[in-house]
């Protein structure tokens, strides 16, 4: 109906998370199969990896002490790999020289939020690091990808250096784990219903339907 107001998809997850990225593809996939729904999509932050120094960590270094070597993920990121294809995604984690963290990336998130861009920024985020092996915890990428997506790459350049809406981040993530996400992607529909990982684009499909049908009021809050 045209007058039926927007249906929110809340996605809480990580830049530096492969499942996220492909659970975006997913999500993308299940909104073109309903052409007569509005989705309004808000992306929201988690940290897998807190503990990492700001200025990220030496990649082999990290998966060393997270897998016990690139040959031991390479198991995994292999599935991984194959999913992504599938998806469309050319995931070239062979590229990646830095496991960032990803605190900044989430506040170039947030900020694009005013201007009505955060799905652009998420999408160059997830390309830049899986499909090119740019260091995220770089200022200078940031500010590239802001100037690509159509911030105002000056204002973020000059954000960056201080500690704005870092307190902001560090609560929304805080406030993820209470809500009891361990895991990521997380999609919150409407407020209501969740789903847990990356899943097919039919059952994500399927949740939006759902909430849609069962709808009986606007949410009066959501994640922002």
């Given at each position: 109906m045209a007058d039926e107001p927007a249906l929110t998809v809340d996605v809480i997850s990580d830049v530096m998370c492969p499942w996220c990225y492909i659970g975006k593809r997913r999500l993308e996939a299940a909104i073109a199969r309903l052409p007569d729904v509005t989705v309004q999509v808000g992306w929201h932050p988690y940290q897998l990896d807190p503990s990492l120094p700001k200025e990220g960590k030496d990649r082999a270094t990290y998966l060393?002490?997270?897998f016990g070597g690139r040959a031991n993920a390479r198991s995994i990121y292999d599935h991984i790999s194959e999913v992504g294809r599938e998806t469309?995604?050319?995931f070239a984690f062979d590229r990646?020289?830095?496991s960032p963290n990803t605190k900044?990336?989430?506040?170039l998130i947030l900020w694009a939020r005013a201007d009505g861009l955060q799905?652009?920024?998420?999408?160059?985020?997830?390309k830049a690091y899986f499909e090119d092996g740019a260091d995220l915890s770089k200022s200078e990428t940031l500010v590239a990808i802001a100037e690509k997506a159509g911030m105002?790459?000056?204002?973020?350049?000059?954000?960056?250096?201080?500690?704005?809406?870092l307190d902001k981040?560090?609560?929304q993530v805080d406030r993820a784990r209470l809500m009891g996400v361990t895991g990521v992607p997380c999609f919150v529909i409407d407020g209501r219903f969740v789903v847990n990982g990356a899943e097919a684009p039919e059952t994500l499909a399927a949740a939006i339907m759902h909430a849609r049908e069962t709808r009986s009021f606007v949410p009066e809050d959501s994640l922002s």
């Open positions: 060393n002490e997270k469309g995604i050319p990646i020289e830095v900044d990336c989430h506040r799905d652009e920024v998420v999408d160059l985020l997830f105002q790459a000056d204002l973020v350049e000059q954000l960056l250096e201080t500690d704005s809406d981040i560090e609560h």
